[in-house]
């Protein structure tokens, strides 16, 4: 089946830094990425949809220039987080979806720990 | 606004025994709907989907229902085992060409007692 990978599986760092997540779709090409969130005991949080080649959109309420999306290539897409503070601390997700196949794959999730 | 609701956080049931999970959705343009299974500090991974065309898909214990009048779907499993355990999100599709995001309900964790 489709394989999504994320990159690093989990990080710690230092409040004021930013971190880079990428997800990587492996056996399959994706124009789109989703970026999710999800806090303990809670739902998945839709963030932004990565688009390639062009800009990301963002769900309301998502700061743009804190959560910076790149998505260079139609295997790969990255989250940054800028500036983190302890509240960015959460499970962070990517997921794909084929083309002309409704389900969407889910790359492993990525810990985030801002300290 | 919640366009899809998961009404029961958790869920118990007794080894064997068939679990129910149930899901409401409220967006009328909701045309193709997913259950996906999530472990702890893992991604979500899919089970099984019903196009609004159908009522009824089965893939071995796992068997989703439609009810569209009543903007309704389950998920049956059938027997529970312990691996089961795990929290179970419904969602929603409204393209037809699957690049569109879902709308993910608010999640049910089971436990499957031995």
């Known amino acids: 089946g489709a394989v999504v990978s994320q990159h690093p599986s989990r990080v710690i760092c230092k409040s004021g830094t930013s971190v880079k997540i990428e997800c990587r779709s492996l056996?399959?090409?994706?124009?789109?990425m989703f970026w999710y969130r999800q806090f303990p005991k809670q739902s998945l949080m839709l963030m932004a949809t990565?688009?390639?080649?062009?800009?990301?959109?963002?769900e309301q309420g998502v700061e743009k220039d804190k959560f910076l999306i790149n998505h260079a290539s139609l295997t790969l897409s990255t989250l940054t987080v800028t500036s983190a503070h302890p509240e960015d601390s959460s499970f962070y997700i990517c997921?794909?979806?084929?083309?002309?196949?409704?389900?969407?794959?889910f790359g492993p999730g990525t810990r985030l720990t801002v300290t | 606004d919640q366009q899809v609701k998961q009404n029961s956080p958790s869920l118990s049931v007794q080894e064997g025994r068939i679990s129910i999970l149930n899901c409401d959705y409220t967006?009328?343009?909701?045309?193709?709907f997913l259950w996906y299974k999530k472990y702890p500090a893992e991604g979500p991974t899919f089970l099984i989907s019903?196009?609004?065309?159908?009522d009824k898909n089965e893939d071995g214990r796992f068997t989703v229902f439609l009810n569209k009048s009543a903007k309704h779907l389950s998920l049956h499993i059938v027997p529970s085992q312990p691996g089961d355990s795990a929290v179970y999100f419904c969602?929603?599709?409204?393209?037809?060409?699957?690049?569109?995001?879902?709308?993910f309900g608010t999640g049910t964790r089971l436990t499957i007692i031995p």
């Open positions: 997921s794909a979806p084929i083309a002309g196949v409704y389900e969407q794959y």
């Open positions: 056996d399959f090409q994706a124009t789109t």
């Open positions: 990565s688009n390639e080649g062009s800009k990301a959109t963002y």
């Open positions: 967006n009328s343009m909701f045309d193709y």
């Open positions: 019903i196009s609004s065309i159908k």
């Open positions: 969602a929603a599709n409204s393209n037809r060409f699957g690049n569109e995001k879902l709308t």
